[in-house]
């Protein structure tokens, strides 16, 4: 099993707990979220859903704020500010050519 595969489970398996938790059952995190039963099931195995399947089942459940503090933490990268700091330092990169 690779880590992907891995990865799927053990989300589903922590958005299950947490609705166990929170303690509503299958069909009403399923209504709550507006997808079927078997939706939410597939997602709490890990079996291929969707990142949407997942936020709404996160929201029915009241859990979404774990994506939204992810998120927020996350910093936003850009290339050309980047390049204006290493030229800024002195150190211009490299431009990578193609080979012919």
Same mark, same amino acid.
């Given at each position: +099993?690779?880590?992907?595969?891995q990865s799927e489970?053990?989300?589903?398996?922590?958005?299950?707990?947490?609705?166990?938790?929170?303690?509503?059952?299958?069909?009403?995190?399923?209504?709550?979220?507006?997808?079927?039963?078997?939706?939410?099931?597939?997602?709490?195995?890990?079996?291929g859903s969707t990142?949407?399947? +997942?936020?709404?089942?996160?929201?029915?459940?009241?859990?979404?704020?774990?994506?939204?503090?992810?998120?927020?933490?996350?910093?936003?990268?850009?290339?050309?500010?980047?390049?204006?700091?290493?030229? +800024?330092?002195?150190?211009?990169?490299?431009r990578v050519r193609?080979?012919?």
């Open positions: +099993m690779n880590t992907i595969d489970k053990e989300i589903g398996n922590a958005i299950r707990q947490f609705r166990i938790r929170k303690g509503y059952s299958l069909d009403e995190t399923a209504a709550r979220s507006g997808l079927s039963p078997t939706s939410v099931r597939s997602l709490e195995l890990g079996r990142v949407g399947t +997942m936020l709404r089942v996160l929201a029915a459940i009241d859990e979404l704020d774990i994506i939204t503090e992810w998120t927020s933490r996350s910093e936003s990268y850009s290339p050309i500010s980047e390049a204006r700091k290493a030229k +800024m330092r002195g150190k211009t990169p490299q193609r080979k012919r």
